[in-house]
């Protein structure tokens, strides 16, 4: 049986991790159940490279274990009239303890102006997967949409209030969690993900 460690400490990522995953032949643990306490520097250029950094630093304190696969994740927002911002840094934009409220309030003042078919942007979240014999797999989910003129909703977290997908008429602030997760930039890596896993645990 193999276990997948996935690396994280957020307790909703891992929710739906483990429900994406349920279906393969292993075992899904979170860091803290895998016994790994260890301090990222995610200092990567791309949601790639963070990716990978935090799978192969789990992976490292793990130390050898046949059959463990190490995912890791790496997220943002992506805003097309700002050039990409705050895309790998969306955690620590203005400041990782400033409130979401704060920060979607300054993004929608930036885009102050901005008609409705320039406030293009995305969710893009990139996982990495660290295999037993050390190859390193990457997959890449994308969410389109607009950012709204103000914020709706109260699921999800982050920037979701202000994520407006036209298609749906609603934030991803406004989609019950399985809604998102069909949808999501992570669900879709995952699934990408799990696909490739899936693929290379027959028998
Ligand atoms: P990380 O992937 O945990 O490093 O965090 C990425 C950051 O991007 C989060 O803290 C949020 O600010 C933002 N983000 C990523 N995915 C989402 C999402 O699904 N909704 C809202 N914000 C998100």
Redesign the pocket.
């Known amino acids: 049986m193999y276990q997948i460690i996935f690396a ?1 400490g ?1 307790a909703g ?1 891992m929710k739906e991790v483990r429900e994406i995953l349920a279906d393969l032949p292993a075992q899904v643990l979170s860091m803290k159940e895998a016994g790994i306490d260890t301090d990222i520097v ?1 200092d990567g250029t791309s949601f790639e490279e ?1 990716a990978v950094i935090k799978a192969r630093a789990v992976a490292g304190a793990l130390g050898e274990r046949e059959k463990a696969v190490v995912l890791a ?5 992506e805003i097309d009239w700002l050039d990409g911002e ?1 895309g790998i840094y ?2 620590r ?1 203005m400041g990782e303890d400033t409130s ?1 409220r704060i ?1 979607n309030a300054n993004l929608i003042a930036r885009l102050d102006g901005v008609p409705p078919e320039k406030r293009t942007a995305r ?1 893009v ?1 990139a996982i990495a997967a660290v295999l037993p014999d050390g190859e390193v797999l990457t997959t890449r989910g994308v969410i389109e949409g607009k950012i709204g003129y103000e914020e709706r909703g109260a699921n ?5 209030p202000i ?1 407006y997908l036209p298609d749906m008429s609603r934030t ?1 602030a406004e989609l019950t969690p399985a809604e ?1 997760n069909a949808v ?3 669900g879709n890596a995952l699934m990408a993900m799990k696909k490739e896993l899936s693929e290379r645990m027959q028998g």
């Not at 994740?73 to 927002?77: E, F, R, W």
């Not at 999800?156 to 979701?160: H, K, L, R, V």
């Open positions: 994280t957020n990522k995610e963070n994740d790496d997220s943002g927002l705050p969306s955690a934009y979401y920060k969710f979240c999800g977290f982050g920037y979701d994520f991803t998102k999501s930039h992570r």
